[in-house]
């Protein structure tokens, strides 16, 4: 191995021509050595950040307890099954048969996705899925906002406990991931 002479890049190409100007060497680090470092002070912590979010995600995700995910998935396998939106409301008792505009469709055909797959672990799995993202989407602008991870992680645990009932199987999920992106 040796440094060249136009670049700090360490080689180890039989081509390469050995360096036989004045020009002191520059010694590789050991390859073990780069990646030990770029753990401890890059990904890392970052990654233990996120990490410690599952318990709180896994926390929610066993507790299926909003009548409006029961409903969404009901909505979203209507929509599987006619093949398109539906224009009138199926299920009210006081308004069936009136017009009703579906706002989330897509989350609900997910759900529908999820529970024909899985039942409602499924259901759970999805919802714990989106929430997990979305902390790890939070982790990440903070990263790139120049945060440390330590106190980020006290913020997203905090914020995670205190949202804790928002953080149901809902379409707010959705904006919880979308919203990071936008930042």
Request: hydrophobic content about 50%.
């Amino acid at each position: 191995l040796h440094a060249s002479r136009d670049s700090n890049i360490c080689s180890s190409d039989a081509r390469v021509t050995p360096v036989t100007s004045v020009a002191p060497r520059r010694a590789c680090p050991p390859v073990a050595t780069v990646h030990r470092v770029d753990l401890a002070r890059g990904r890392g912590p970052w990654l233990l950040a996120w990490l410690a979010v599952a318990p709180i995600v896994a926390l929610r995700a066993g507790t299926l307890a909003e009548s409006d995910t029961f409903w969404q998935t009901r909505t979203g396998e209507l929509i599987l099954d006619l093949g398109r939106l539906p224009t009138a409301d199926p299920f009210s008792w006081t308004a069936a048969g009136h017009p009703w505009t579906v706002n989330s469709w897509g989350f609900d055909v997910l759900l529908a996705w999820a529970y024909r797959s899985g039942g409602l672990p499924a259901i759970a799995l999805a919802g714990a899925v989106l929430a997990f993202l979305a902390a790890g989407l939070v982790l990440l602008v903070a990263r790139r906002l120049g945060a440390g991870p330590l106190a980020t992680t006290v913020v997203v645990q905090g914020a995670a406990l205190a949202q804790l009932t928002f953080l149901s199987v809902r379409p707010q999920l959705v904006d919880y991931c979308v919203i990071p992106v936008l930042v």
